[in-house]
Nanobody, 128 residues
Framework: QVQLEESGGGLVQAGGSLTLSCAAS????????MGWFRQGPGKEREFVAL????????LYSDSVKGRFTISRDNTKNTVNLQMNSLKPGDTAVYYC?????????????????????WGRGTQVTVSS
């Protein structure tokens, strides 16, 4: 049984930082590109960042580029999202998701339909 479990969410003031973590089990982690998505109040789920299977390719949405960093550790089956310079507009439930196996990063960038497994999400709230 595949499980993705996010952690690290919380309440932070604008300009602050948070690091989200996602622990994966039940799958061959290195075969999957890993993505982070978010869903704000009244909004559709949107792409935030993804890491290729090896971690050498990292893609970001324009709204977080330069502020967020995705990283993965294939020895620990984890993927992190370091979030800096947080804004109230970053408030959302953040989800990690697994895309694959063996799918290319550009395919995974297309959106939620490319992803096979999802975590339950972790709430991030940024106060002004």
């Amino acid at each position: 049984q595949v499980q993705l479990e996010e952690s690290g969410g919380g309440l932070v003031q604008a300009g602050g930082s948070l690091t989200l973590s996602c622990a994966a089990s039940g799958l061959t982690f290195s075969r999957y590109a890993m993505g982070w998505f978010r869903q704000g109040p009244g909004k559709e789920r949107e792409f935030v960042a993804l890491s290729s299977r090896s971690g050498d390719v990292r893609l970001y949405s324009d709204s977080v580029k330069g502020r967020f960093t995705i990283s993965r550790d294939n020895t620990k089956n984890t993927v992190n999202l370091q979030m800096n310079s947080l804004k109230p507009g970053d408030t959302a439930v953040y989800y990690c998701a697994a895309c694959g196996p063996f799918k290319m990063s550009n395919t995974c960038r297309r959106g939620t339909d490319e992803y096979d497994y999802w975590g339950r999400g972790t709430q991030v709230t940024v106060s002004s």
